[in-house]
């Protein structure tokens, strides 16, 4: 029997006023990080990515080249065109041989049903660099990351900040009031033993 490939939930966060990790707004990312995006894109080439439905049909449900694509749906009809379909994470990881790892890229039901099974989580933290480094407490919408529990240990804290864009709006209700620079850093998690 094959060894169980290493699961990796990777995700880009940012603050919502409510203080949750908000990694979106329906089924849209409230930001834009190229660089972010590159650093995905060379993290997940070669290796399965298993997301929900939601996250495949904001791709324009076309499957992320390069990738073996796993699209997760509780319809039993559901067909995602160059990818396979299963009902459950799960029956996804199972159904997963020869590989040393698999990638969880969203959206927030997924996340949330995908932390029992983890065994790394990969943030990239929108952050406000005047404010002691926190989150930055701008965004608005309605898909939240899951909390990371006392069972997860970080493993590379994310020192070094990135500028993502000097001139990102700031909004308030969804308008636009100012604009400043926006940073990030990637903080790597593992589940402890």
Sequence with gaps: MDKM???IMIAAVG???????IIGDDAKLPWHLPRDLRFFRRLTLGHT????RKTFESFGKRPLPKRNNIVISRNKEYVAEGCKVFHSIQDAINNVSGEERIFIIGGGEIYTQSMKFADQIILTEIIDQNKNDNLFPLFY?????????????IVKPGKQLFLASNKFPITQKKQKVAERALYFRVVWYKRKK
């Design 15 to 21: 603050q919502a006023a409510n203080g949750k990790k």
């Design 141 to 153: 919408g309605n898909v939240f990351f899951p909390e990371i529990g006392e069972d997860w240990k």
């Design 49 to 52: 990515v298993v997301m929900g």
């Design 5 to 7: 490939p290493t699961v």
